[in-house]
């Protein structure tokens, strides 16, 4: 997350923070930043300079406003609310933009016939998302600070990777390792001492669109997502992956629950397998793949009518 973090500060923090919390006139800007260096420990700086990259396949050089604040950029205080801000928005603009192309050119909307379908619904989703994701951004937080200020394993090059073939052998290894610990979480969110407070407002869809995928109890969202940042923590992993799949991550999300019941496979988890936990809440609980809810014994094979368009909406 420090790459992420460098390229807001870069276009739209420097700027922020400069005019927010400007620096003392009693002290240059330039020795405000050099103190900064020498008195926290970011990630992003591997030697006591002003303003090292996060990545060397990023240079982006500071403008003057990086040294014109108070608050330099491996502030804490300042990373806090600049993480929060960037989980916060930067989610609403990945969910609004993937949401709506799939609602456009994906979700099939003959299940607005469905009996099971509420009134309003679409705008009811996205109400419950735009109270959720607020919150669910300060839970979340604390992981990206811990990132940024190195205490994950996050790696830059390739060869810093413990072998070669890790560099793509981390992208099963992650869906493997977060797949399983989803299952339970979200397995152990329907147990009646939980779901009615918890769980049960993501179950309001019976037949989801898109706009769904986000609309959780905020603590309900953020337990299933705690696999993903707990990963980089224990294992090793490259940033720009670690960017991608927390991007994909949220795609997926949206895509089942666009309704369009393309994959038939009996290995992946995919929008007629999540429909059906919808419906009958207690089979498919797994994120990507079927294997956990085989081993569970909650495994449900969808349909082969849900593939057949003009019995959907029956």
Known sequence: MDVVLEIFDHFLFDRMYAQLWPASSLQSPKDTVINAATSTFSSMRETPTAHASASQFLQLEPSSFAYLSAWPRDHLWRQVLSLYLITWLFGL????????????????????????????????????????????AILTVPFFVAEVRGYAKLYDAPADAPFSLYNILQFPFFILFTDFFVYWIH?????????????????KWIMPTPFASHAFHPVDGWAQSVPYHVFPFLFPLQKFAYILLFVTINVWTIMIHDGEYVSNSPVINGAACHSIHHEKFEFNYGQFTTFWDRAGKTYRRPDESMFKKRVKSE
Do not use: N, W
Request: aromatic share 14%; glycine share 2%.
């Open 187 to 203: 397995r152990g969110l329907h147990h009646p001492r939980l779901y009615k407070t918890l769980h049960k407002p993501h179950h």
């Open 93 to 136: 603009v990945v969910y609004f933009v993937f949401a709506s192309l799939s609602y456009c050119f994906v979700f099939d909307h003959a299940t607005f016939t469905h009996p099971k379908y509420l009134k309003h619904q679409v705008r009811l989703e996205i109400m419950q998302t735009l109270k959720s994701l607020p919150v669910m």
